[in-house]
């Protein structure tokens, strides 16, 4: 009887066709970033999202998202999606000791691709009490990592034989736990939203009560905006000057303990001098700011993403201002990553086509109206299809891989490279005229062809074909790309290896 694995690997699909499934991968992190659950607030809605377009597009029964329990022992789900049945449950949980491996591999690995459930030694342990049962066959887990430590789980399950799990669906389970993360960071921030709000209105409300007794409760305040769970700072308006700073304020920013209040003016702590000045102008115009996100950093210079909420109060008989700090550094980050993900080519880490697209209007516009040059090269590698066939689509993922390297090491940093389709790159050359585009992707050329590409199948020679365009003033991006093209198609009809202008 044929090994079903092996039958799926022998199935394993062109780059081309890896291509066109990497399109769902694009469609949901659009989708999930406009998802009106996230924005809102509702955790429980945008996790059954996910889970439901997870299902779609990895074509599997079961999607999971699990959280750590306190003490690191157990897992308890936060939502399971059939699709099946369309239903949703939550509640369920899973101890360490029904598969100690697993556990483990969930706090090495960035993704668990146990092709076969039953007998991958990650997973082997859950066969009798969670595998069998429910007749999973195969499992794509991916560890959900929040401020450097795995907080959950999100699991893909294909109920049936083993499946054979695909580069594009490791990195599509990588992104949808980042979205998971990015939720579980939002939520948090929602909480510490919340308890500034709590502190801020029992602040103000202690804060008019005492006016007149001030000074005989001054100890009392201090005591209180030490014992705050927030971090909290009070400054003086006329210089800015640190009058209090609370211990989780100095854990933050890093601030030593010999560093005394009054020793230290707010300047230091953030990036731009220009961003302080904006916030205590709206300070002193409204009184107040709320929830303002800020770059700042520490006492010793690290950068932090802080949300800043202040207010002027009267301390000690002179005006001072109050804020509240929250730490939001880690959802910076994964935001950062999304944007990312949506304009980059996952494989080769050069940008899709629709970036392309989208910077080249803004260069075309820039070079019509300030008449500068333009230019754009396409190139692809030569017997691609001969070598994905005789070595496999991972050896044609590895070359991929490495001649976007070698290009991005030759190209300037105002270049564009981009992922066009398949085993086609173009770059596009801002402000360069066709001898010099030409000069350049001929260096390429030649950089390719010196040394042969090592693989896991071996060394393996490689080369590419070219073609080079000027902009004519009257085309578009797209004709441009168009006539570089024919002059591809030129250059492999004339032997291949070699440039051709267009």
């Not at 469609?27 to 997870?54: C, F, H, K, P, W």
């Not at 949808?176 to 990015?182: E, G, M, P, R, T």
């Not at 949300?307 to 550094?329: K, P």
Request: with cysteine; proline share 3%; charged share 30%.
């Amino acid at each position: 009887m044929p090994d079903p694995l092996m039958t799926l690997v022998d199935d394993a699909p062109s780059s081309r066709q890896v291509e066109d499934l990497l399109q769902p991968h694009r469609r949901l992190i659009a989708r999930l970033r406009r998802s009106e659950a996230l924005s809102t607030g509702d955790v429980e809605a945008a996790l059954r999202q996910m889970t439901e377009l997870a299902s779609t597009v990895l074509r599997v029964e079961r999607v999971s998202v699990w959280r750590l329990c306190e003490g690191g022992g157990r897992i308890e789900c936060l939502d399971l999606y059939s699709r099946r049945t369309g239903s949703h449950e939550k509640g369920m949980s899973l101890g360490i000791r029904q598969g100690p491996t697993y556990f483990a591999a969930l706090d090495t690995e960035r993704c668990i691709a146990a092709h076969d459930a039953r007998t991958d030694p990650r997973t082997t342990e859950l066969f009798q009490t969670y595998l069998e049962p429910l007749g999973i066959g195969a499992m794509l887990d991916a560890p959900v990592f929040l401020h450097g430590q795995m907080v959950g789980v999100v699991c893909h399950e294909h109920v049936g034989a083993p499946r054979y799990w695909r580069l594009w669906e490791e990195l599509l389970a990588g992104t949808l736990s980042d979205f998971v993360a990015h939720v579980m960071e939002a939520e948090e921030r929602a909480v510490a939203q919340a308890e500034v709000a709590r502190y801020r209105a029992h602040l103000e409300a202690l804060v008019e009560a005492r006016t007149k007794e001030l000074r005989a409760s001054e100890q009392s305040f201090r005591d209180l905006f030490e014992a705050s769970p927030t971090a909290l700072v009070l400054s003086r308006v006329p210089d800015g000057r640190l009058v209090l700073i609370n211990s989780r304020a100095r854990q933050m920013m890093q601030l030593p303990s010999s560093v005394g209040n009054g020793e230290i003016d707010t300047a230091r702590f953030y990036e731009s001098l220009e961003d302080r000045d904006r916030i205590l102008e709206d300070v002193r115009c409204q009184g107040f700011v709320d929830g303002r996100e800020t770059r700042m950093r520490t006492f010793d210079g690290q950068p932090r993403w802080c949300q800043i909420s202040a207010r002027v109060i009267t301390y000690d008989g002179e005006m001072h201002i109050a804020a509240g700090l929250n730490d939001v550094s880690g959802l910076k980050d994964i935001e950062q990553r999304l944007r990312e993900a949506a304009m980059k080519d996952p494989l080769t880490g050069a940008f899709n086509r629709r970036h392309l697209f989208d910077v080249g209007a803004g260069e075309l516009e820039r070079a019509r109206r300030y008449d500068r040059s333009l230019a754009v090269a396409i190139f692809d590698a030569d017997h691609f299809k001969q070598k994905n066939d005789r070595h496999g689509h991972a050896v044609g993922d590895e070359i991929l891989v490495l001649l976007s390297k070698i290009a991005r090491s030759q190209l300037r940093q105002s270049d564009v490279l981009a992922r066009f389709g398949g085993e086609e790159f173009v770059v596009l050359f801002p402000e360069t005229s066709l001898d010099d585009a030409f000069s350049v992707t001929e260096r390429l050329r030649e950089r390719v062809a010196a040394a042969p590409v090592e693989t896991a199948a071996g060394p393996v020679a490689q080369t590419i074909s070219a073609g080079v365009v000027a902009w004519d003033r009257s085309e578009s991006l797209a004709q441009m790309i168009e006539r570089a093209d024919r002059a591809l198609y030129r250059a492999k009809e004339s032997g291949r290896n070699r440039t051709e202008r267009g």
